[in-house]
C-alpha cells in the first residue's frame, strides 16, 4: 500500500507562488499526479508524472503556471505554481498508481488507486 503526505500548502495573494510536495512514506509509487477540489465543485486533475520523470502533463487550466516534478532520492513530488489566482484556491491532493507507463489520457481519479489527505491552497485577490 502506497501512503502519500502532502504539504506546503497555505495563503498567497494572487501572483504569487507556492510549492507543493508530496512524500511516498511507503510502497512504491509509479504515475504520480495532483488533483484539486474547490469548495463545491467536483475534484479535478492538475498534472500528473511518469515514474520516469519523462512525461508530465497538464491541464490547460494549469499550463505554463505549474511545473510538476520528482526526486527518487527523496520520494517525493513537487507541484511548483507561479502566478496563482484565487480561481487555483482548492484543496491539493497528491495522488499514485503502480501502472509502469502513464499516458496522457490518465487524467481521472480512478487511474489513481493511493491518495494522500490534501493540503489546502488559498489564493486571495
Known amino acids: 500500500q502506497v501512503q502519500l503526505v502532502e504539504s506546503g500548502g497555505g495563503l498567497v495573494q494572487a501572483g504569487g507562488s507556492l510549492r507543493l510536495s508530496c512524500v511516498v512514506t511507503?510502497?512504491?509509487?509509479?504515475?504520480m499526479a495532483w488533483f484539486r477540489q474547490a469548495p463545491r465543485k467536483e475534484r479535478e486533475f492538475v498534472a500528473s508524472?511518469?515514474?520516469?520523470?519523462?512525461?508530465?502533463y497538464y491541464a490547460d487550466s494549469v499550463r505554463g503556471r505549474f511545473t510538476i516534478s520528482r526526486d527518487h532520492a527523496r520520494s517525493t513530488m513537487y507541484l511548483e505554481m507561479n502566478s496563482l489566482k484565487p480561481e487555483d484556491t482548492a484543496v491539493y491532493y497528491c495522488?499514485?498508481?503502480?501502472?509502469?507507463?502513464?499516458?496522457?489520457?490518465?487524467?481521472?481519479?480512478?487511474?489513481?488507486?493511493?491518495w494522500g489527505q490534501g493540503t489546502q491552497v488559498t489564493v486571495s485577490s
Open positions: 495522488a499514485a498508481n503502480n501502472r509502469i507507463m502513464l499516458l496522457p489520457n490518465m487524467r481521472s481519479q480512478s487511474d489513481f488507486s493511493s
Open positions: 511507503s510502497g512504491r509509487a509509479f504515475g
Open positions: 508524472i511518469s515514474r520516469s520523470a519523462s512525461g508530465t
